[in-house]
């Protein structure tokens, strides 16, 4: 069975980093799209880093382009998001997803995703 399960949120300040993990069961990680999205509280949700599926292109939504980071590691089955210079506007629940392919961050036809990990950033 497919199972995606976020960790590694957390409170920071402004300007800190996190790394959030993504732990992949069930399936094989290349087969898919991943990413991540996120929603806060009153806003709609969106798409915030996307991983193809053919050589591991990334793809970043403009308001995190050259501060997150989606990489994956295949021995461990798992997908990371690092996040640097951390803003407040990116407070929100960061959920991970799989799907069929990628546009810009956005993960096309989402059919897995995990809980969600909370990440504040607040100083």
């Known amino acids: 069975q497919v199972h995606l399960v976020e960790s590694g949120g957390g409170l920071v300040q402004p300007g800190g980093s996190l790394r959030l993990s993504c732990a992949a069961s069930?399936?094989?990680?290349?087969?898919?799209?991943i990413g991540w999205f996120r929603q806060a509280p009153g806003k709609e949700r969106e798409g915030v880093s996307c991983?193809?599926?053919?050589?591991?292109?990334?793809y970043y939504a403009d308001s995190v382009k050259g501060r997150f980071t989606i990489s994956r590691d295949n021995a461990k089955n798992t997908v990371y998001l690092q996040m640097n210079s951390l803003k407040p506007e990116d407070t929100a629940v960061y959920y991970c997803?799989?799907?069929?392919?990628?546009?810009?961050?956005?993960?096309?036809?989402?059919?897995?995703w995990g809980q969600g990990t909370q990440v504040t950033v607040s100083s």
């Open positions: 997803a799989r799907g069929g392919g990628c546009l810009n961050g956005v993960v096309l036809g989402r059919n897995a």
């Open positions: 069930g399936f094989t990680l290349n087969a898919y799209a």
């Open positions: 991983m193809g599926t053919s050589d591991g292109t990334t």
